[in-house]
């Protein structure tokens, strides 16, 4: 193998040239990003960015040096627009091609956006750094009235810096409960209470008809029961969707993501997928909860950056690849409040809480058919990490609850 091709020039991207690099491989490397940044970290631009804290030179992922001591061949602001897998080529937006030996395919995902969403000033989502900057520029007097479409992590936590910047802040989630989808309606309601504290008004259960504006600004949000929002900012957080749309004549299986096997190896032989836009099957859950998942989380990015540029080197070496098992693991900053999750949450899991008090600092086990499914923990981390193991270890319920006790006494 001579010519690895890696595109999309963030996390996962950067780990996966990092781990070639670092496990010898000395042929040619190219780099490939849409965005004309060299890779910086995301989870800041809801946080410390956005607040007005942090500076871009804060969270630049690797100084220029150690940029320069991975020589690759960068082809920044220049995204790929196809995929040949048959001829091993990689095209890109401005009419060149990249031929390859080995491709890893790093794309993340793209906010979703509502049905017959308008093009207004004021409608704003958060996902890149030129996002982040925007919206901290319109956030910066503490005057607006901003309106967070969608309870999810970082609709919440984009509602808490604003909040905190003095704005007047409502969000709006159509299910029961906010962060449903990584909590669980009953934790998700416990641990977003502090919204509510600081006060946001939360409005759960409730459905967006549209969004409204003059001939050029936003003006506010319509609800279905005819309730109108007033808002000066619009922020849309209904989720990601993988970037994968550069992909639709490859060839390559796709689903909500791009398929994998247990390797990070796509149904293409020494193309490889990591981070936000591949879904594989993950081991740690088989024979238990055996879907294929997709993680939008920033330590699966990093770990499977790596973890895809090692089984490709390993396979090109002639040895066997090694499959992907991890414990997904996340975290959320929203005012005072450090949420950490490891594992997976359902809706369907018993809830055990093991230490503090869920109306303020607490942990929390989620078990599932007699096996612990996923641990929360809002600022305990003590008590959250050490669960990750025993669940990579495929633990009972009977020994989480064991080990919890011994931690929580
Ligand atoms: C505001 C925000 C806050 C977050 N906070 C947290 C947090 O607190 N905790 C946590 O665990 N996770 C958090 N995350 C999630 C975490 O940042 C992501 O899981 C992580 O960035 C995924 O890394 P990735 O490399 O897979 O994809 P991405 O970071 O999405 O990077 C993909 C890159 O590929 C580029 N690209 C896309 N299409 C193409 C193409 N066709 N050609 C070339 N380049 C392309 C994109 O421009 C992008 O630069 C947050 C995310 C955001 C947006």
Not at 74 to 90: C, E, F
Not at 190 to 203: F, K, N, P
Not at 243 to 248: N, V, Y
Request: hydrophobic share 45%; with cysteine.
């Amino acid at each position: 193998m001579k010519k690895v091709v890696v595109v999309g020039s963030s996390l996962a991207g950067l780990r996966a040239c990092e781990t070639l690099r670092q496990q010898g491989f000395g042929g040619e490397i190219a780099l490939v990003g849409a965005e004309d940044e060299i890779p910086y970290d995301r989870p800041p631009l809801s946080k410390k960015v956005l607040a007005g804290e942090w500076e871009v030179d804060r969270i630049r992922l690797r100084k220029s040096d150690e940029f320069a001591g991975l020589a690759l061949d960068m082809h920044l602001g220049n995204a790929a627009t196809g995929l040949r897998t048959d001829k091993r080529i990689v095209s890109l937006a401005d009419g060149s091609e990249l031929p390859f030996d080995g491709l890893v395919i790093a794309t993340g995902a793209i906010p979703r956006r509502l049905p017959g969403q308008p093009e207004l000033d004021g409608v704003v989502e958060l996902r890149t750094l030129a996002n982040s900057m925007a919206l901290r520029d319109r956030i910066a007097d503490g005057s607006a009235r901003v309106t967070v479409i969608g309870a999810g992590f970082i609709g919440l936590e984009v509602a808490a810096t604003t909040r905190q910047r003095g704005c007047a802040v409502t969000v709006l989630e159509s299910a029961p409960a906010p962060m449903i989808r990584g909590l669980g309606a009953e934790m998700g309601t416990a641990v977003a209470a502090t919204h509510t504290r600081h006060g946001v008004d939360l409005r759960c259960g409730v459905s967006v008809a549209g969004i409204e504006g003059d001939d050029r600004r936003v003006t506010g949000v319509r609800l279905a029961d005819g309730t109108l929002i007033d808002s000066d900012i619009v922020v849309v957080g209904v989720g990601v969707a993988p970037a994968t749309q550069w992909l639709a004549d490859s060839g390559l299986t796709l689903g909500d993501g791009i398929i994998c096997d247990a390797t990070l190896q796509t149904s293409a032989p020494g193309i490889y997928a990591a981070g936000d836009c591949a879904r594989w099957p993950n081991g740690v859950f088989a024979g238990f909860d055996d879907e294929e998942m997709r993680i939008e989380h920033w330590t699966n990015a990093a770990e499977q950056g790596a973890a895809a540029a090692r089984n490709m080197l390993a396979v090109a070496r002639g040895e066997p690849a090694t499959p992907y098992e991890s414990v997904p693991f996340f975290w959320s900053d929203q005012f005072d409040s450090r949420i950490q999750f490891v594992g997976r949450a359902h809706g369907d899991d018993d809830i055990h809480v093991f230490a503090g008090d869920s109306s303020a600092n607490f942990a929390a086990l989620y078990g599932f058919a007699g096996r612990l499914r996923g641990v929360l923990g809002v600022n305990m981390p003590k008590m959250v990490m050490p669960f990750r193991a025993l669940m990579a270890a495929k633990a009972t319920w009977p020994e989480a609850l064991e080990k919890a006790k011994a931690l929580a006494t």
